[in-house]
């Protein structure tokens, strides 16, 4: 009988660390994630997923860590001994990577160093995947493909680019299977509130129901390659699967701007969004990144990994879930044509 995969993934409490959980899971995996310690409950988007560590059939575990330090995370994979390492955590938010720009170096930088420095030191026989991103292109013009010049434009972007560089060193140098996936931007229902897909189709839900008069925004002529989460984590996988580890671009190849995505949102639901929308100077970043579209057709090509969900289906996607999250805590509003009735 053949023995059960490990996978140890960091920030498995993210949207990116529930939805590959959810898909190793799904695979027959053995998942242990790496979580930090707080005085409340931060696991929500993992709830569903997680069973008694006493319960024999039990699959998900979860331990206590922290990318900034090296001696738990050699202590968990040397424990462990995964066969296969996914580094998802970090300071996320490029936005406040401004505002905490050493904590966001401290995190999504070096603890990458922190992660391959202990599989190498430890000589763990496990392939590597780093969440790189499309914020390390920061100013280089679009398309952008695994071969564009790299031009980050904010803490979290360079911080972001020294793993990417230091992934593809221990590749190198040590012969590591360390693996890059350069993901664009990836949305989803599980997207934190603060990032502005979320924040758009979150206000959308509420101002139809009329909790909420006002949505207040940056930069509205940002262009981005949005995606949709679970079917990014699945090309994290395919990413580990591989013959030889690689860098590869993930994204749709489509460009939309943040007003787009306000109209295809507030049109959902018969709104105008101009009604609605006001511009909040605190929201701009001291350097922004104008355009970011991505060309996967390597990952086409070697992975054979298509996306199937673009933008416009993606804000109906998040839209429908934030009214159904508002509609169980028992909030109603006028029907709209577009949207199905629920709740009466």
């Known amino acids: 009988m ?33 979580i930090r310690r707080s005085s409340t409950f931060n696991t929500l988007r993992i709830d569903h997923l997680y069973q008694d560590v006493h319960d ?9 860590g922290d990318l900034s330090d ?12 995964p066969s296969e390492v996914y580094n998802l955590a970090a300071q996320s938010h490029v936005r406040v990577s401004f505002d905490e720009p050493e904590h966001t170096g401290n995190t999504t930088g070096l603890g990458s160093i922190r992660l391959l420095e202990a599989i190498r030191l ?35 972007g360079a911080a972001k680019l020294y793993s990417h560089w230091v992934t593809k060193n221990y590749r190198e140098g040590y012969g590591m299977f360390a693996t890059s996936g350069i993901l ?3 949305e989803s229902p599980r997207r934190g509130e603060t990032f502005v897909t979320r924040k ?25 390659d949005w ?26 190849g489509t460009e939309y701007s943040v007003k787009d995505f306000l109209q295809f949102a507030f049109s959902y639901v018969d709104l105008e969004w ?7 100077p605190r929201y701009l970043r001291p350097t922004e990144v104008d355009a970011l579209v991505g060309d996967s057709s390597k990952a086409k090509k070697a992975l054979g990994w298509i996306p199937k969900v673009l933008t416009p289906e993606l804000a109906q996607i998040m839209v429908d879930a934030d009214r159904e999250a508002l509609e169980a805590e028992g909030h109603h509003w006028i029907d709209t044509p577009n949207w199905k009735a629920i709740g009466g």
């Open 227 to 252: 995606g949709y989460a679970p079917e990014y984590v699945q090309a994290m996988w395919l990413m580990l699967q591989a013959d030889q580890p690689d860098d590869f671009v993930i994204a749709t």
């Open 70 to 81: 090296s001696s738990r995370l050699t202590t968990l994979l040397q424990t462990i001994e």
């Open 122 to 156: 430890l000589q763990l026989p496990c392939r590597y995947y780093q969440a790189s991103s499309s914020e390390m292109f920061g100013a280089t013009p679009p398309p952008q493909n695994e071969d564009t010049v790299f031009y980050p434009r904010s803490p979290y």
């Open 200 to 224: 758009i189709t979150r206000a959308v839900a509420r101002i139809a129901a009329g909790l909420q008069d006002d949505l207040y925004l940056g930069n509205l002529d940002a262009i981005r």
């Open 274 to 280: 101009e009604k609605y929308v006001k511009f909040d």
């Open 2 to 34: 053949a023995s059960v995969k490990k996978a140890l993934i960091t920030g498995i409490t993210g949207q990116d660390g529930s939805y590959l959980a959810e898909f190793l899971l799904s695979k027959g995996y053995e998942v242990h994630g790496i």
């Open 56 to 64: 024999t059939d039990a699959k998900l575990f979860l331990h206590y």
């Open 184 to 186: 664009f931007n990836h």
